[in-house]
């Protein structure tokens, strides 16, 4: 599948920087990036996930440590 992906003066420089660099294309740059992205959002969701369980579960005793 074909996309288009418009950049700035900012992004032209990040990416002709990176493709040096890394030895890779834009598109593969791009697609890093992206994956790169999703990949930390579903990481970031199960964090908080976890974090509102454990507040469920121990929330009592960390307010009761909090005031000793």
Known sequence: MAMTVRTD???EKALTALT???GASRQEI???AVLDRYERRGHL???EASSDRMLNR???VLERL???
């Open 9 to 11: 003066p900012e992004m």
């Open 20 to 22: 040096e660099a890394e």
């Open 30 to 32: 791009i697609r890093r």
């Open 45 to 47: 969701a199960r964090v």
């Open 58 to 60: 121990w929330g009592d």
């Open 66 to 68: 909090g005031r000793a």
